[in-house]
T-cell receptor, first 108, second 114 residues
Framework: SQQGEEDPQALSIQEGENATMNCSYK?????LQWYRQNSGRGLVHLIL?????REKHSGRLRVTLDTSKKSSSLLITASRAADTASYFC????????FGPGTSLSVIP | NAGVMQNPRHLVRRRGQEARLRCSPM?????VYWYRQLPEEGLKFMVY????????ESGMPKERFSAEFPKEGPSILRIQQVVRGDSAAYFC????????????FGSGTRLTVV
């Protein structure tokens, strides 16, 4: 399978806490992307980090990339109930390969 | 500038019928990708097409599934003789190039086979 892994599979935190999700991938990449999916909806692109970058920020999101370990992490700071969703990493070379996702629940 | 348009949003088919899912890419995008998402799972790559060409169909089941992206009109994912296991959400994405940048997803078609 080309899919990598994400952990944890599910994460439940209190509003205001930080949420960290990890992703591993298997192949070489041009970039790695993170997406959010609310229940029953389509995917929303969150952030893209290129293979020559190590860290990227966007608002309350922080993404790191370690190409030597073929891994990435997504940190959401000061979480809100509206952040409740599934989060997917996607490794990109000639096509986009998604991980199985992390289901995040933020409890008000 | 409309995003990626998929229709129908919901499709119900009886076992043995055909399902046709349509995807109109964003204006200026000539690369289309189809993904399938089973309940509670991630997205699985199915096929990558450019206008009139299938570039990578490594994720397509060998039988009953086909895809096209004609010179004019939307991309079509066709499933013949549907079975219950085909029930899933099918997402289409488009990009202006094949480098995986500028990916935009449609809202998906939810296929239910009864």
């Amino acid at each position: 399978s080309q899919q990598g892994e994400e952990d944890p599979q599910a994460l439940s935190i209190q509003e205001g806490e930080n949420a960290t999700m990890n992703c591993s991938y298997k192949t070489s990449i041009n970039n790695l992307q993170w997406y959010r999916q609310n229940s029953g909806r389509g995917l929303v692109h969150l952030i893209l980090i290129r293979s020559n970058e190590r860290e990227k920020h966007s608002g309350r999101l922080r993404v790191t990339l370690d190409t030597s370990k073929k891994s990435s992490s997504l940190l959401i700071t000061a979480s809100r109930a509206a952040d409740t969703a599934s989060y997917f990493c996607a490794s990109v070379y000639d096509k986009v390969i998604f991980g199985p996702g992390t289901s995040l629940s933020v409890i008000p | 500038n409309a995003g990626v348009m998929q229709n129908p949003r919901h499709l119900v088919r009886r076992r043995g019928q055909e399902a046709r899912l349509r995807c109109s890419p964003m204006k200026g995008h000539s690369h289309v990708y189809w993904y399938r998402q089973l309940p509670e799972e991630g997205l699985k790559f199915m096929v990558y097409l450019q206008k009139e060409n299938i570039i990578d169909e490594s994720g397509m089941p060998k039988e009953r599934f086909s895809a096209e992206f004609p010179k004019e009109g939307p991309s079509i994912l066709r499933i013949q003789q549907v079975v219950r296991g085909d029930s899933a959400a099918y997402f289409c994405a488009s990009s202006p190039s094949g480098q995986g940048n500028g990916y935009t997803f449609g809202s998906g078609t939810r296929l239910t086979v009864v």
